[in-house]
């Protein structure tokens, strides 16, 4: 066990505790950096996320939804921008209960943490977005006309880019976790059943249609995602190790 390892073992809750605060604290500096920087840049990103909605007219009712709105996309993009140093700040946080060789794995999936988020924003932004924005915008347009406000658009398509970039970091935790021997291949496979379920209901949530076209977009790449963890786990997995989850099944 190297020094750092038997450094984080014998600190106290209070270490722990001193540790975890001044970590958040740099995690929310960064936060506030980048978020300023995304402000100065606020202009081409919101008309980004514009795109979507064609040639749809927005309104605004209250005297602070614009700035709010201009806030949002910010402090979205800041995050996002951040999503790196956040990771680091986390595998610091969690370094020194991990062994020489996990903390190599750790390493080694940072690229593809940043790598799968950007790949979930993307699949977002041009699979996912258009024809929800299409159905919301569209459907009972023969009842009523619909007036928008831009603050609901925004929340909507910030929302939903956060929530599958997210999403598509599975493949990336999975691998990890097998890799140090807490999962295996053969325990995903054995809760596939389970987790296409979860995935129509997490589609459910990450959806805001009630179609069941919009919540198959979204469930079947969570699905596609979860098959691929599994591969991933059988070739990337810890050899002769049961796994900590598998080994709990019995």
């Known amino acids: 066990m190297t020094e750092q390892s038997e450094k984080g073992k014998n600190l106290t809750i209070f270490g722990h505790l001193a540790e975890l605060r001044t970590r958040l604290l740099r995690s929310v500096i960064a936060i506030v950096i980048t978020s300023i920087l995304t402000f100065i840049f606020y202009k081409p990103i919101f008309d980004i996320l ?11 009712i209250e005297m602070v939804e614009r700035i709010s709105v201009i806030f949002r996309i910010s402090l979205i993009g800041g995050i996002t921008i951040a999503i790196p140093y956040l990771t680091y ?10 062994t020489s060789k996990e903390k190599r794995y750790v390493y080694l999936i940072l690229p593809w943490i940043i790598l799968m988020f950007a790949a979930g ?3 977002g932004y041009f699979v996912l977005i258009p024809p929800a924005v299409r159905f919301l915008l569209n459907y009972g347009s023969d009842i009523a006309i619909a007036q928008i406000r831009i603050s609901n658009y925004i929340m909507l398509v910030t929302r939903l880019l956060l929530a599958i970039g997210l999403v598509f970091e599975m493949p990336v935790l999975t691998t990890f976790l097998s890799r140090i021997g807490v999962v ?3 325990w995903l496979s054995g809760k596939r059943k389970i987790a296409i ?3 129509f209901i997490l589609a459910a949530i990450i959806t805001p249609t009630f179609d069941p076209f919009n919540q198959t977009l979204v469930a079947v790449p969570l699905i596609i995602l979860y098959e691929l963890s599994i591969w991933l786990a059988y070739i990337f997995g810890k050899k002769n190790n049961a796994g900590v989850l598998s080994s709990s099944k019995n």
């Open 197 to 199: 379920i979860f995935a």
């Open 184 to 186: 295996t291949g053969k």
């Open 89 to 98: 700040e986390l595998i610091m946080f969690v370094a020194p209960a991990l």
């Open 50 to 60: 514009m795109r979507p909605a064609g040639d749809t007219q927005f309104i605004a």
């Open 121 to 123: 924003v993307v699949f």
